[in-house]
């Protein structure tokens, strides 16, 4: 078999030297690999690349399409991009793969019967990254979840559940609070999870989950989430199994892979040969399987698990009560190989055999919803300081073409009609100029426009605008609080 181009990066840090045990324990296990080596992190951003990545390195990335990335150090001091999101978002990168197994009795935990699978959207939800200042007072993020994003990463979980024979895909949410973002999360989950109907499906609103997980997490099979709870929560799971250095995780994109290690480059503990290679070991068994060399996978796997069960630890898991030996990154890796051929006797062995033979990435076409749409309305925020009864004065006499002002809220609680005195304000209101509940619209834009100069004239100063639409005649958005 033909060998397979990757392209490798040693990182910062201890990264050089868990790549080296990494690639070491890969070549003698038989891989078969044509290694592109590149340079990003530190020096990169150091030498004035915000990026901490040059062109030349992201051709080397479309040619091969695999990357098996060590960590790297970013820089202190604003202005440098994160490399991560960087390579997430330019190779569509939507999948986040990261199992997180426990290894009792050989490796310390309170969870001997751990094996989760966190799958975490990669490229949505608050990480668009899209931010701003609105008023002297107030920063807003904006949650980005959207159908076809969320259709490929709920649908890769329970591919992923089918093809490494997992029983149950559960998916974490909090949409009884954001009922349209999260909620079109938990209904994609439904609507898939149907096509699936031999795995076991649930959800959980993500605080309880998140509680259940740190408590029980061997209830728990493989979970999907949106980007930020899936961030936290597989922290919290890797580090409850045994150790951050001991979890590998996958970026998977449609086209493109990138396989790593969970945890950052440990300045404090580089070049002393101290480090535990593990992570980034069990990252690159993922790409051996993304790339057809399940078989090498399988050996290279079992011969580590062995490793582990005979009590040869790195510093961050030895303890002296489970351990036989401690050893370095080097002489860690060199236990791997000696193994070679060995298969643990109390670890569950690795069995890659059946690991599936077609990306996972496979869908059927994206098919986008063709409700009518129909704009019947306006949020329009207005920077104001005065209370929530002296703007709507303001602002009734400013309505025209049907509409009326519906409410005014305050970040997101309804002020005006009705409002507490007591109720807390900052300097900017969401007015909701709506045409009434008997006119389904459409509305003209222009009435939107003319409103806004209107309200411009008027002496005030509007923020930000959202069309309020209907979808073949249901609202497109949200009632205030306590609307
Ligand atoms: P870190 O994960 O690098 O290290 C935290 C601590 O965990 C270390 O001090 C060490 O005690 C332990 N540790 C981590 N990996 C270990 C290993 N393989 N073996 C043994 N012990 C290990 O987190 P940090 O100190 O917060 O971050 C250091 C740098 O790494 C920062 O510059 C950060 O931006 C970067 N970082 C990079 C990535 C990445 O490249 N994917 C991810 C996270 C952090």
Redesign the pocket.
């Known amino acids: 078999m033909p060998n397979v181009p990757i392209t490798v990066a040693h ?1 910062d ?2 990264g050089p030297e ?1 790549m080296s045990a990494t690639l070491h324990i890969l070549k003698e296990a038989g891989a078969r690999l044509d290694i592109e080596t590149i340079e990003i992190g530190e020096k990169v951003y150091l030498r004035g690349n915000p990026a901490g990545i040059d062109s030349a390195s992201f051709e080397s990335l479309r040619r091969t399409r695999v990357f098996l990335k060590a ?4 820089p202190q001091g604003g202005g440098f991009k994160s490399l ?1 999101v960087t390579t997430r978002k330019a190779f569509g990168l939507y999948a986040n793969v990261r199992p997180c197994l426990s290894y009792h009795p050989f490796v310390e935990t309170k969870h001997p019967r751990m094996d989760v699978v966190i799958v975490r959207e990669n490229e949505e939800d608050l990480y668009a990254g899209i931010e701003h200042r609105q008023t002297a007072d107030v920063m807003q993020c904006l949650k980005l979840i959207t159908r076809p994003g969320t259709e490929k990463i709920v649908r890769y979980a329970f591919e992923y559940a089918r093809a490494y024979g997992r029983k149950k895909v559960t998916c974490f949410t909090k949409d009884n609070i954001m009922k349209l973002t999260d909620g079109l999360f938990h209904e994609v989950f439904d609507t898939i999870g149907a096509e699936y109907p031999d795995l076991e499906k649930e959800h959980w609103i993500v605080d309880i989950g998140a509680a259940k997980l740190a408590d029980t997490p061997e209830v728990f099979d493989v979970i999907v989430m949106p980007n930020l709870y899936g961030d936290i929560l597989s922290d919290v799971a890797a580090q409850i199994a045994g150790s ?2 001991l979890a590998g995780s996958a970026n998977i994109g449609d086209g493109c892979a990138m396989f ?2 969970i ?7 580089a070049g002393q040969n ?3 290679p593990s ?1 980034l070991f069990l990252g690159a068994i993922q790409m051996l399987i993304h790339i057809g060399q399940s078989d090498v996978a399988e050996r290279a796997h079992n011969a580590w698990l062995r490793t582990i069960e005979e009590g040869v630890h ?1 510093y ?1 898991i030895h303890d002296p009560s489970s351990s036989k030996e401690k050893v370095g990154t080097r002489e860690f890796a060199a236990a791997v190989v000696a193994r070679l051929g060995k298969r643990p006797e109390v670890l569950r062995e690795a069995r890659y055999g059946n690991a599936p033979r077609r990306p996972l990435t496979d869908r059927p076409p994206y098919v986008r919803p063709s409700d009518p749409k129909a704009l019947v309305g306006a949020d329009v925020f207005i920077e104001f300081l005065g209370r929530p009864p002296e703007l709507a004065a303001r602002l009734q006499p400013l309505c025209a073409d049907g509409l009326r002002l519906e409410m005014l809220s305050n970040r997101g609680m309804k002020v005006w009609p009705g409002g507490l005195e007591e109720t807390f304000t900052v300097d900017v209101y969401r007015c909701r100029f709506q045409l009434p509940e008997t006119n389904p619209g459409p509305l003209a834009h222009r009435a939107v426009t003319a409103l806004l100069d209107r309200i411009t004239a008027s002496g005030l100063e509007f923020v930000k605008l959202e069309g309020l639409y209907t979808f073949g005649g249901k609202p497109g958005f949200s009632r205030g609080q306590g609307q």
């Open positions: 990182g840090g201890i868990i960590p790297i150090t970013t991560n951050v250095g790593e290690a945890h950052g480059s440990a300045p404090r503990r101290l480090a535990n992570g790195t961050d």
